[in-house]
């Protein structure tokens, strides 16, 4: 059964190669069936909405939506002086039908983000528009208000058109195009959002920082205790693990109120008097505090599987080559701890980024952060752009993040307890 | 850890200081939670220690905030924990499910793009959840699934996936394949194989998966603050709108009967673990 290019074959004449590749990818074909369900799932569900949010992010039909007579009419008009009478019309007839609908509100509202004092014009002429009559709109719109006269009305009219725009964006780092186009910032008492920015990442930072400090050690004691001691020890860490997020957030707020545990301890101690309480919730301590205890166990739990690994002979050999112990400890225990603490400030960091819960209970006023932000715009202003562009840039960050560690570490090196 | 004879005294010192940090730090990571507990039999409605329970007094305590977490009127616990136990048990059986097809196809050596599909795979876990809600929220309101129970099902199935998936994929990283080979070169079904062989071995990892996304599931609120209405509030939806409106001490029976739960989880998490750390040591 020799073929003529002397390949080897199997027993029903397909040459070996060939048939190995037929198994191949039939091997293929079944790995990828049985992850499928899954990942079809995952895109549709999630990852598509993702994308959505951004576009929803830059989406802004709305006012064109409103106007599309204007603006189709104002293709034409190049912005310089007075729009000609067919602009003036076709606005005419597209407020109309606005007011007709009750919507015109709406459109009141984002022209006057677009120029301070448009409000009050509009709704003049929504009075005033039942009794025009047929033709020369031009003039009797003008009669309404002598703003109308003004071409910088119309201008913001036309600087509304496109159906794009990022200034979800701007408006999220404080910033907003003004009347001429320049990228410009917000006054001064009206810059929230980049305060909000920059108390999340310090928040999240010295979270960070404090779970490592004081994981460090315990985790160093789990994992050099003999098994009997430190399996005990470990439920220490593991019960707040499994603990309700809401359960711990409530014992936080029963321990900081101002006739709480924690004050009591300070009255009785002395360090502070009685009459003069120190407030320690609804304010950035309480976010501190809370998070620092809710965190800490996803700080232990990689750092004591790396330090389970490390073979105590290692400090042995070091000290008997003349290490003092703190040499010892930074030359040799330290450095090979680096992958569990890379893991363990990654997951605290990125989950102390996007806190919600717990900002929003104990931090007050000055404690909340920016999801807290999103949480609002997607619950009280329903302005869902504005939060899908905040998530977003959220979102960002976060990848970011995980981007510079994957380069620094290596994913890899992340375990779960 | 008891120290050598031959340790100088500013090293015993150290040490001693060291314990006493890991102490407070212990202390820190468990006291919190024990405050619940007594405070939950409280006789008053503050959520301060009485004079009477500092000094013990019987009449002190009392198990009235447990009666009306039970029988309160319009009672909103009985609900909660009905929908909240529908929507946990669902959602893990899903997660599950999904989790452990998709663990089993990654961790076979043919698996085109590991990598990426791992990624795709494990990103829920990874984006802040609030982002996670916000997207899901747009796809279910879009499906017109928001305010139902299947809606917030699905959306704890794509939480807790990922935990499913990397706790299965750990435990078939040490799973012998010539063993399903065997099984199949003697006659079985991949069905059977599957069943008879691969299940039971894998078990322990996909129960402890399954038990993180029940946690998940059962704990969560950022994305169920998004998606639920009148008809799907949950346990930490009610302690949510508790805690922000008024600290009641029913609040504090709920919580030390949440304890409790989470309590059970960890014995049961643990014991897995044990069992799964013998069959490994078996296996080596």
């Known amino acids: ?417 | 850890m008891a120290l050598p004879k031959y340790t100088e005294p500013h090293y015993r010192i150290w040490h001693y200081f060291y314990l006493l940090i890991c102490g407070c730090v212990f202390f820190f990571l468990i006291a919190p939670l024990f405050v619940i507990f007594p405070l939950s039999f409280n006789a008053e409605e503050f959520l301060v220690f009485s004079d009477g329970m500092k000094r013990l007094d019987p009449d002190a305590f009392s198990l009235r905030w447990y009666k009306d977490m039970i029988y309160g009127t319009k009672n909103p616990w009985g609900l909660a924990a009905r929908n909240s136990f529908i929507i946990a048990i669902f959602a893990t059986l899903g997660s599950i499910i999904l989790g452990t097809l998709a663990a089993l196809g990654l961790s076979s050596r043919h698996m085109p793009y590991k990598g990426l599909i791992m990624a795709i795979l494990i990103s829920p876990m990874i984006v802040p959840l609030i982002i996670s809600g916000v997207a899901i929220f747009f796809f279910m309101a879009k499906v017109g699934l928001a305010a139902t129970h299947l809606g917030i099902i699905l959306a704890h199935i794509i939480l807790g996936t990922p935990f499913v998936v990397i706790t299965v994929t750990a435990t078939l990283s040490g799973f012998d394949h010539s063993i399903t080979r065997a099984a199949s070169s003697l006659g079985s079904s991949p069905y059977n194989t599957f069943m008879k062989i691969t299940l039971p071995l894998i078990l322990p990892g996909v129960i402890s998966g399954g038990l993180f996304a029940f946690v998940t599931s059962f704990d969560e609120v950022v994305v169920v603050l998004f998606l639920a209405g009148l008809d799907n509030t949950t346990i930490p939806i009610q302690m949510w709108t508790g805690l922000r409106e008024q600290l009641s001490p029913t609040i504090l029976a709920v919580a030390t009967c949440l304890i409790i739960l989470s309590v059970l989880i960890l014995l049961t998490a643990e014991l897995l673990r044990r069992r799964s750390e013998r069959l490994r040591g078996i296996s080596r």
């Open chain 1, 1 to 417: 059964m020799s073929s003529e290019t002397g390949k080897i074959l199997t027993t029903d004449g397909i040459p070996l190669e060939e048939s190995l590749k037929q198994a191949e990818k039939k091997n293929k074909i079944k790995a990828f069936l049985l992850v499928a369900p899954l990942l079809l799932f995952l895109i549709i569900t999630y990852m598509i909405p993702i994308g959505d949010m951004f576009s929803r992010s830059i989406d802004d039909k709305m006012v064109t939506n409103m106007l599309p007579k204007t603006y189709k009419a104002m293709e034409t008009w190049d912005g310089k002086e007075l729009p000609p009478e067919e602009v003036f019309e076709a606005f005419y007839l597209d407020y109309k039908i606005l007011v007709k609908n009750k919507t015109a509100g709406k459109l009141q509202t984002q022209l006057n983000y677009e120029k301070n004092g448009f409000k009050s014009v509009l709704k003049k002429l929504a009075r005033k528009q039942k009794k025009f009559e047929e033709g020369n709109y031009k003039e009797q719109i003008m009669k309404v208000h002598k703003r109308w006269r003004n071409v910088e009305y119309w201008r913001a009219i036309k600087r509304r058109a496109p159906s794009y725009t990022y200034s979800k964006y701007l408006k999220g780092v404080d910033m907003y195009s003004n009347e001429d186009g320049k990228i410009v910032q917000v006054s001064e008492d009206r810059r929230i959002h980049r305060i909000l920015w920059i108390r999340t990442v310090e928040v999240a930072f010295f979270v960070t920082l404090f779970c490592f400090l004081m994981a460090y050690p315990i985790a160093h004691l789990l994992a050099t205790l003999p098994m009997k001691y430190s399996n005990l020890l470990m439920i220490c860490v593991l019960l707040p693990f499994w603990t309700s997020l809401l359960v711990r957030t409530a014992s936080w707020m029963i321990l900081l109120q101002q006739q709480g545990i924690v004050n009591d301890f300070f009255v009785w101690t002395g360090l502070v008097a009685d009459d003069n309480r120190p407030e320690m919730m609804y304010n950035k301590t309480g976010t501190y505090v809370a998070m620092t205890q809710i965190l800490l166990p996803f700080m232990v739990l990689p750092l004591y599987s790396v330090m389970k690994t490390i073979s105590p002979s290692l400090m042995r050999a070091g000290k008997s080559l003349g290490a003092t112990p703190a040499v010892a400890f930074f030359k040799v225990y330290f450095p090979l701890t680096i992958p569990g603490i890379g893991a363990g400030c990654l997951l605290v960091f990125i989950l102390a980024i996007g806190y919600y819960i717990t900002p929003a209970l104990v931090g007050g006023a000055s404690g909340t952060l920016i999801s807290n932000q999103i949480a609002y715009h997607m619950k009280s202003t329903l302005d869902w752009s504005f939060a899908s562009a905040m998530g977003l840039m959220l979102l960002t960050g976060v990848l970011v993040i995980y981007w510079i560690y994957n380069k620094l570490v290596g994913v890899d090196n992340i375990k779960l307890g």
